[in-house]
């Protein structure tokens, strides 16, 4: 009888944007599953307290925790030879690190447009290339694209975080097409609104006021919803996914958007 293998025990991982939130949730999953995490923000003294919960914990694997951001090459070449100093290796890397500003299209500056396109956009292609020349010349491995549902439809009032998110899931087609002779599978995940410390702030949704999991009727879900379909992706259970984005936001509904959650359109 087959047996679904949703195992990372063993891997190694790079976690961005993983102070926080979904990248937090996804580090911490990877880790009680037994991989190795290597976890970076652009602030230590908001990412080291992530690692060191989980190193403190009896039933997780190791983390590594790393000053990086994102947007500047050089630091991303530095989290990733750190990695493979402190682990051996590049199994796995989750591209969570992003961001976005709500503004009319017509109000955002070429300095507004361009700070997001290069935190979302080219963050994930610093990070690709250069995790991704780790494991081309080892023994492959998964890549893990964070888009979003505003990259898949209209999103008014972030247009240029909607391009950029869009962007993302084009780059993990072509890529899953072309690194899949060196044994690396890309994929993509697509999340709708998720519970993060941001979201809390600007709906006013406390953790105890959130449904349940179990709740099939949610508009908002939780950072371990996106942590549980990147273990996925990131195991053997996922073998046959490849250039793929998966999207999780709950119950659909007819011009749903993030914007429209936040009640940021009339």
């Keep these: 009888m087959h047996e679904a293998d949703f195992d990372v ?26 991989a190795d995490v290597a976890i970076c923000s652009r602030s230590m003294d908001r990412v080291g307290p992530v690692a060191d919960e989980i ?7 190791q983390a590594l925790a790393v000053e990086c951001n994102v947007r500047e090459r050089e630091q991303v070449q530095n989290l990733v030879d750190e990695t493979v100093a402190e682990f051996g290796d590049v199994d ?15 109000d955002i500056s070429a300095n507004g447009w361009e700070t997001i396109v290069d935190l979302n ?15 081309r010349e080892g023994d492959g491995g998964v ?34 097409v072309e690194w899949a002779e060196d044994g690396i599978r890309v994929n993509c995940i697509a999340p709708g609104l998720i519970q993060t410390p941001g979201v809390a702030e600007t709906l006013g949704i406390d953790s105890e006021d959130m449904p349940p999991r ?30 793929e984005t998966v999207t999780v936001k709950g119950v659909p509904r007819a011009g749903n958007s993030m914007s429209q959650d936040l009640g940021l359109e009339d």
């Design 121 to 135: 956009l080219n963050s994930t292609v610093h990070c690709t290339q250069l995790a991704g020349e780790v494991m």
């Design 92 to 106: 796995i890397l989750i591209n969570n690190a992003g961001g976005e500003f709500v503004a009319p299209f017509e």
């Design 214 to 243: 179990e709740e099939t009727d949610r508009r908002i879900g939780y950072g371990e919803d996106i942590a549980d379909v990147a273990q996925f992706l990131a195991s053997p259970a996922a073998a046959f996914m490849n250039g």
């Design 9 to 34: 025990a063993g891997k190694t991982a790079i976690v961005t944007g993983a102070s926080q939130g979904i990248g937090e949730s996804i580090a911490k999953t990877l880790a009680a599953g037994g």
């Design 143 to 176: 890549i893990i694209n964070m888009s979003s549902v505003n990259g898949q439809h209209a999103a008014p009032g972030e247009s240029h975080y909607g391009a950029s998110k869009a962007a993302i899931i084009r780059l993990t087609e072509t890529l899953a």
């Design 55 to 61: 190193n403190d914990a009896d039933d997780a694997a």
